[in-house]
């Protein structure tokens, strides 16, 4: 591997020059030092279109100053990957935690993931997939800043040690990190590097608060949303109110009349067309789109209706469908006695990610290149449909990756349905910077939710209590078909749609499980657990009755279903079972207590939860939280990611908590139709304990949201001896 | 267009736009304060919450022509605000953000309580916070910063 010095100002040659050498990189890791006097006027304000802000070909920059700037390879969207990330670096690399600083990096290959190829946030990955990488780029620099000590003291390197951006050498000499980059940045990157044992960590593992609090607590951190720059444009689209309609005919009079506003012109869209507004400000647009005049087109576009869908799914779901799993006897259901049987039908509504900042993006395009400014989980395609819509080449868009309020999924679209919208509109505007804002009620009714779903199950109960057969039959469109992920399906079947019932951690003999993937005419995408959404209300709410039905605790009939390989779950459960109990036994008259446990990502959680009902809604007291993510890297991000993520998963219980189509129209617009969860809807309290663990990482950002739905019904059965089918909850 | 006066963190300011023009567009796009946020523009969200005349106000529905001579303070003014920087460290100190988009308003939000309630108890927090999406529910920690602030304010 070579290795080279890098200029901020040599942005084409050092990235030809990273190409080469990454590709013959395997997992694509490089360190590069440098220092680049610039940087330091670079920090804060706002972009500066002509300055090349990050050098593409670094993660690590030890400054003069002695900061030490650490590039995020993915974006920070909530889940605490921007300091989690250089707390892994830094602590191999021996750094001083207070001269950290992290930045997120821009689309480029070295930023990719190392596992999905792509660079992006999704599938709870982030630590999963970068925390070898980041572990061996601090074990790396760490080791070039030793060489370059020892080469300067003329002795070998093994004499020296590090600590706190310092090496020090066996008679005393010390040299600062920030002395030694220049030299280090000419040593040649090893090949292999000795990594620290778990316990030499001195941050992994640490309580460590997050790096971007400050900034968030006192309005100065910018957004997307709030970026602004000299000449910039603001943009609104109307869309279609059915998708993939067309504007069959204009009149935009009244909306150009309006003061402010720069031009009105049609755009093809992701789905059929629509009309940009360009204006000075948003308010003047979104004023001008007001007054627009649309005919639309609606010739050959579907018309879906959500409570047709929801009948068809469920006479689907009578019948099989395409195989995901078959253990055992198909028949053996049929031969149980129906005294013996549960058959349950469970509906899922569509429902929308809503992020806090609503979605956009900004771009300027000058003919022969393009800037580009998004939150977004998937900077790779991003890039490349901005690329595609201007003419360019994915490398000619410089894309720089911004904080954004939330996503959930949202921000990680396979068409780059908002991107393209964007590049449309700077491509009309050239060398006019344009933001594009999606209104709030662009997003309630813009499409690409989480999709409805049907099961139907049919349980055989043994004479033992537990399952001895199970046969489910999942109906919800694929979220994969169609995008460049559906060669991850097999045999048509989409394993995001059946994870957590497919793959289930329970023992249960002759279980068999089908999927029926309808295609309906509303974009659907991955929300915060995906597919685990449903499959753990399906499977949790049906072990709970189970449990009941065999008169024994719930705790421990999950522990006999459990396999025995089903470790973290085993350990999560354990744990929970041990924190909870105090109060499990001194419940107020009128609560109850709920449980579940599902494994996701690769993540085990359990959770007890104390519940009553107030107002006929559930008030969630208390929640208590065991999770088993194997080496908790920062255990109060992890912390507070189950606190609030389980606080996130009660959307699906909210009663106006559901997305409906009638006569292809969304029929809610905004948070007064589409409730998520505010204060009152939270649980009160959620404590959250960590199962001791040296396995590598798994995930913490989506496998707090399966299990709290199920366990608040759970709960609620407890107390109205009723079962709970169909979201969002409408009726106690 | 018409020109007006306002009065934000203590400093006079005009500005020429549209009568009908929120309070909040003003701010991020005429004052460039973006501090305060869009979130949903029909005051369900509590995104772009500030203090007029010392009253929380979801600024994202209040015309700029309706504003008359009150004044505006908004989160930029917090950091020098003997309230509003107990509650800032206490959001700190508890690491209660996330994505952090809605925490100004929360912050907001939660600065107005403890000025008129500086001993609050969870009801009071659930009826002044309870305007106030947080996406990430990161309410636990919210409800907690907001008594450890009451807590240092005593």
Not at chain 1, 132 to 155: C, D, F, P, S
Not at chain 1, 180 to 206: C, H, I, M, Y
Not at chain 1, 395 to 413: D, L, S
Not at chain 1, 593 to 614: K, L, P, R, Y
Request: a positive charge; one cysteine or more.
């Amino acid at each position: 591997m070579t290795f080279k010095t890098t200029n901020a100002d040599e942005p084409q040659l050092s990235r030809r020059n990273f190409l080469r050498v990454s590709a013959t990189a395997a997992g694509g890791l490089l360190v590069a030092l440098y220092l680049n006097p610039s940087a330091t006027a670079q920090e804060g304000g706002p972009p500066r279109p002509q300055q090349k802000v990050y050098p593409p070909d670094a993660f690590v920059h030890i400054r003069q100053d002695g900061k030490i700037v650490i590039q995020v390879n993915r974006l920070e969207f909530g889940q605490g990957v921007q300091t989690a990330l250089p707390m892994i670096l830094a602590d191999e690399m021996d750094a001083d935690w207070s001269q950290v600083v992290a930045e997120l990096a821009p689309a480029a290959d070295v930023y990719r993931d190392p596992v999905f190829g792509i660079q992006m946030v999704g599938g709870s990955g982030s630590i999963a997939h970068s925390f070898q990488q980041y572990r061996e780029l601090g074990a790396k620099t760490r080791a070039m800043l030793v060489i370059a000590a020892a080469n300067r003291w003329n002795i070998a390197p093994d004499k020296c040690r590090t600590e706190q951006s310092v090496v020090h050498g066996p008679g005393g000499q010390s040299a600062k990190y920030a002395e030694l980059a220049t030299d280090a940045a000419r040593v040649a990157v090893p090949a292999s590097v000795r990594l620290k044992n778990p316990q030499e960590f001195r941050l992994v593992g640490k309580r460590t608060r997050r790096l971007d609090s400050r900034p968030k607590c006192d309005g100065s951190l910018k957004f997307g949303l709030d970026l602004d720059m000299p000449g910039m444009k603001v943009a609104v689209v109307a869309h279609p109110p059915v998708f993939g309609a067309r504007v069959k005919s204009l009149d935009d009079k009244a909306a150009r009349g309006v003061e402010g506003v720069r031009e009105v012109f049609e755009i093809p869209l992701a789905r059929g067309t629509g009309v940009a507004i360009v204006a000075d400000k948003y308010w003047p647009a979104k004023q001008a789109r007001g007054l627009l005049k649309i005919d639309w087109d609606f010739s050959g576009v579907e018309r879906a209706d959500s409570s047709r869908l929801r009948e068809q799914y469920k006479q689907l779901s009578h019948t099989a469908g395409l195989k995901s799993v078959a253990r055992g006897d198909a028949k053996a259901i049929d031969n149980i006695a129906t005294a013996n049987r549960i058959v349950a039908e469970f509906e899922f509504p569509y429902l929308a990610h809503s992020p806090m900042e609503p979605l956009n993006t900004t771009i300027r395009f000058d003919g022969k290149s393009a800037e580009a400014w998004a939150g977004s989980q998937f900077q790779t395609f991003d890039q490349m449909a901005i690329a595609e819509v201007l003419g360019l080449k994915p490398e000619q868009v410089t894309f720089h990756t911004e904080m954004a309020g939330g996503g959930f999924g949202r921000r990680a679209v396979t068409d780059s349905h908002v991107q393209r919208e964007a590049a449309q509109i700077a491509k009309r505007l050239r060398g006019t910077p344009v933001k594009l804002i999606w209104s709030r009620e662009d997003d309630i009714r813009g499409g690409y939710y989480r999709p409805m779903h049907v099961h139907r199950v049919e349980v055989g109960i043994g004479s033992d209590g537990m399952p001895s057969a199970w046969r489910h039959v999942v109906v919800g469109q694929s979220l994969l078909a169609g995008t460049p992920f559906a060669m991850m399906m097999k045999d048509g079947v989409d394993s995001s749609s059946v994870e957590g019932a497919s793959d289930t951690h329970y023992n249960i003999p002759n279980q068999h499980v089908s999927v029926h993937h309808p295609t309906v005419n509303v974009p659907v995408l991955w929300w915060r657990s995906v597919g685990h959404t449903h499959t753990a209300y399906v499977m949790e709410t049906l072990v709970d009755e189970l449990a009941t039905r065999a008169k024994v605790d719930p705790i421990e009939y999950r522990r006999k279903l459990l396999k025995p390989e089903a470790k973290k779950l085993l350990a999560a459960l354990d744990l929970m079972d041990e924190k909870s109990a105090v109060w499990r036994r001194n419940l107020p008259k009128g609560h109850a207590a709920g449980f579940s446990c599902h494994e996701s990502f690769g993540t085990g959680v359990a959770c007890a939860v104390e519940v009553s009902i107030e107002n006929k809604r559930p008030k969630v007291h208390r929640v208590t939280v065991a999770v088993d993510p194997g080496i908790a890297v920062n255990p109060l991000t992890i912390e507070s990611q189950f606190q609030a993520g389980v606080g996130f998963g009660l959307s699906q219980l909210m009663a106006k908590g559901a997305i409906t189509l009638k006569d292809g129209m969304v029929e809610q617009r905004n948070f007064d139709g589409y409730v998520p969860p505010y204060i009152v809807d939270a649980p009160v309290a959620v404590d959250v304990h960590i199962v001791p663990s040296a396995e590598a990482p798994s995930g913490c950002g989506e496998p707090p949201v399966p299990v709290i739905s199920p366990a608040v019904v759970n709960a609620l059965s407890r107390l109205t001896g009723k079962r709970y089918r169909s979201l969002p909850l409408v009726a106690v | 267009m018409a020109k007006f006066h306002l009065t934000v963190n203590g400093q006079r300011k005009e500005v020429t736009v549209d009568p009908s023009t929120p309070l909040l567009w003003v701010l991020r796009e005429d004052l460039k304060m973006t501090g305060t946020k869009y979130g949903c523009g029909v005051s369900a969200c509590g995104a772009c919450t500030v203090h007029v005349n010392g009253v929380a106000t979801r600024s994202c529905m209040l015309p700029i022509s309706l504003l008359g001579e009150r004044p505006v303070v908004t989160i930029e003014a917090m950091s020098d605000d003997p309230v509003g920087r107990v509650v800032q460290d206490a959001w700190v100190e508890k690491d209660v953000v996330q994505c952090g988009y809605c925490q100004s308003g929360q912050i907001m939000s939660a600065v107005a309580l403890l000025k008129h309630t500086p001993r609050p108890t969870d009801t009071n927090i659930e009826e002044s916070m309870g305007g106030n999406i947080c996406r990430c529910a990161t309410y636990v920690r919210i409800r907690e910063a907001i008594k450890t602030a009451a807590q240092q304010l005593k």
